[in-house]
């Protein structure tokens, strides 16, 4: 009987370390699994079991992961960019929870759309709501919209912000469960020129990080008339090709036929070639809407292509619909944010009836592509002073000394977990600063501190009081770098 427990233990655990081989990756955890597959008795097995649990738990669930300090200068050099281009371009800061009543995403996205049929976290608090982690951000930032009352603003209304969206998608390559995106939601206008600055102020954001080879794609949906009269037209054409179609779309043709149109499969991609196309079936005012945004796009030499199986994940859009594409020229082109008008959500959702367009950038590919074209990160400003100490006293004070410098604008490294001056000097020597200021016992008595200038090798003793003069004059005051300006050359470039 114990034989037969071990076994189907054994198999268990098999099936654990197939399915989540990182797990068992550290010699700990593989002791641990031995340990379960070899004992006999019961108790033995649950507190091994529990024990690989533990090590099971050292990672974040699938699809999520931990964003390390070595990638954060991309991470810096986006946000950076993002808030410039916002302040530019006259967006206000908003942020919504990354939790909402799961009925707000239902009714904005839409049943039938991916999203809402299979990739919502959707669960229910303690006190019984039902609520959703955000699958995107332009619902909460409607609501908010709504909420506060923001249609007595002056118009346009245009707010920014940037969060994790979740996704309960199959992970894989440039797609996440938790990922990251920089929104930005323009509300009470709806002149074309709106859809194209906001064209341009994505363009701007991505080659103002370095990433060339962008090309958007644009489409029209028409508004909800002509949106109807051409659905109609792509069903009765599906459904007459229904046979050629993969299952999923079959269901589609059911619940969300506009989505056939960029179905994956190369069955659907043949027939979705011949299909009507929404830019044939406009309506005469969204015909010009659309044509506007065209010259607007010509006018500014923004690249561009007309996608016409452009439709986008969301069942909110009307008009213009985009994305912003970037890859090799040969290679695989992959979409870096999305986004479109969506003149009648705020209505939908309970406000009074509000133009509006917005986009996504999906920050997590905008760093895999800076980093595949070896795009310029943010290099944060280094330290160029150290601070050593020795002795009780001279530690105490260092923390205070240390405290007045960063608040005069000057970086400062330090060790101070070490004792012997030796070793600190040793790391202030790695770094590379230019000044290594001490504080020994004598001068932590006298209210003192020994300033070594590193590149001439003099030294010199200075006050407390005098300190900060006394470095600012050595670094010649030029210990802050101007991140504006790095950013206007960059956006020259
Ligand atoms: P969407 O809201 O689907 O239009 O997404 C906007 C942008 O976010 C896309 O163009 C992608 O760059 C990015 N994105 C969407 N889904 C994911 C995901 N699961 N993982 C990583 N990035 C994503």
């Given at each position: 009987m114990a034989q037969k427990k071990v076994k189907i233990f054994k198999k268990q655990v098999t099936k654990k370390m197939e399915k989540k081989p990182t797990a068992i990756k550290s010699a700990k955890a593989i002791n641990t699994v031995k340990k379960i597959v070899k004992t006999t008795s019961a108790k033995?097995?649950?507190?091994?079991?529990?024990?690989?649990?533990?090590?099971?738990?050292?990672?974040?669930?699938?699809?999520m992961r931990d964003l390390l300090p070595g990638d954060q200068p991309y991470w810096d050099q986006i946000r950076r960019v993002v808030s410039r281009m916002a302040l530019e371009y006259g967006f206000g800061r908003i942020d919504t929870p990354a939790v909402e009543y799961a009925n707000l995403f239902i009714?904005?996205?839409?049943?039938?759309?991916?999203?809402?049929d299979k990739e919502m976290y959707i669960f229910n608090t303690k006190g019984g709501d039902k609520v959703s982690l955000r699958p995107e951000m332009t619902a909460g930032i409607a609501r908010a919209y709504i909420q506060h009352g923001m249609n007595v603003l002056s118009k346009p209304v245009k707010l920014f912000a940037t969060g994790p969206v979740y996704r309960y998608d199959r992970p894989q390559e440039g797609r996440y469960r938790e990922h990251f995106q920089a929104e930005f939601d323009v509300f009470g206008e709806q002149d074309p020129i709106l859809d194209?600055?906001?064209?341009?102020?994505?363009?701007?954001?991505?080659?103002s990080l370095g990433l060339k080879n962008i090309q958007f794609q644009v489409n029209s949906l028409g508004c909800p008339k002509c949106r109807k009269e051409y659905q109609e037209l792509l069903v009765a054409y599906f459904e007459s090709k229904k046979q050629k179609l993969c299952l999923n779309c079959k269901k589609r043709l059911e619940t969300n036929p506009l989505r056939i149109l960029d179905c994956k499969e190369d069955k659907c991609i043949q027939v979705a070639e011949m299909a009507p196309q929404s830019v044939d079936r406009l309506c005469p005012e969204c015909r010009v809407h659309f044509?506007?945004?065209?010259?607007?796009?010509?006018?500014?030499?923004?690249?561009?292509?007309?996608?016409?199986?452009?439709?986008?994940?969301?069942?909110y859009y009307t008009k213009t619909v985009f994305e912003i594409w970037s890859g090799?020229?040969?290679?695989?082109?992959?979409?870096?944010?999305?986004?479109?008008?969506?003149?009648?959500l705020i209505e939908q959702l309970g406000g009074e009836r509000t133009s509006a367009i917005?986009?996504?950038?999906?920050?997590?590919?905008?760093?895999?592509?800076?980093?595949?074209?070896?795009?310029?990160s943010y290099t944060q400003p280094r330290p160029r002073v150290f601070l050593a100490q020795l002795g009780d006293l001279a530690k105490k004070?260092?923390?205070?000394?240390?405290?007045?410098?960063?608040?005069?604008?000057?970086?400062?490294?330090?060790?101070?977990?070490r004792g012997s001056l030796k070793s600190q000097l040793r790391v202030a020597d790695r770094l590379g600063v230019e000044i290594t200021l001490i504080v020994g016992q004598k001068e932590a008595l006298d209210e003192t501190v020994i300033?070594?200038?590193?590149?001439?090798?003099?030294?010199?003793?200075?006050?407390?009081?005098?300190?900060?003069?006394a470095v600012k004059k050595i670094l010649k005051n030029n210990v802050v770098v101007s991140h504006s300006d790095e950013l206007k050359t960059q956006d020259a470039e």
């Open positions: 033995k097995r649950e507190k091994a079991r529990v024990q690989l649990e533990e090590e099971i738990l050292m990672q974040p669930p699938r699809g009714r904005s996205i839409g049943d039938g759309t991916d999203i809402v194209a600055q906001l064209i341009q102020l994505a363009h701007r954001v991505v080659t044509k506007n945004i065209l010259e607007y796009l010509d006018e500014l030499d923004l690249p561009y292509v007309i996608n016409p199986r452009l439709v986008r994940g969301l069942s090799d020229e040969e290679g695989k082109k992959h979409s870096l944010g999305g986004g479109g008008r969506y003149d009648y917005g986009f996504a950038l999906g920050m997590d590919r905008v760093v895999a592509e800076m980093k595949r074209v070896h795009a310029k004070k260092s923390l205070r000394i240390f405290a007045e410098l960063q608040k005069n604008g000057i970086l400062v490294a330090e060790s101070f977990g300033i070594k200038d590193m590149t001439s090798g003099t030294q010199e003793t200075v006050t407390n009081e005098k300190l900060v003069n």
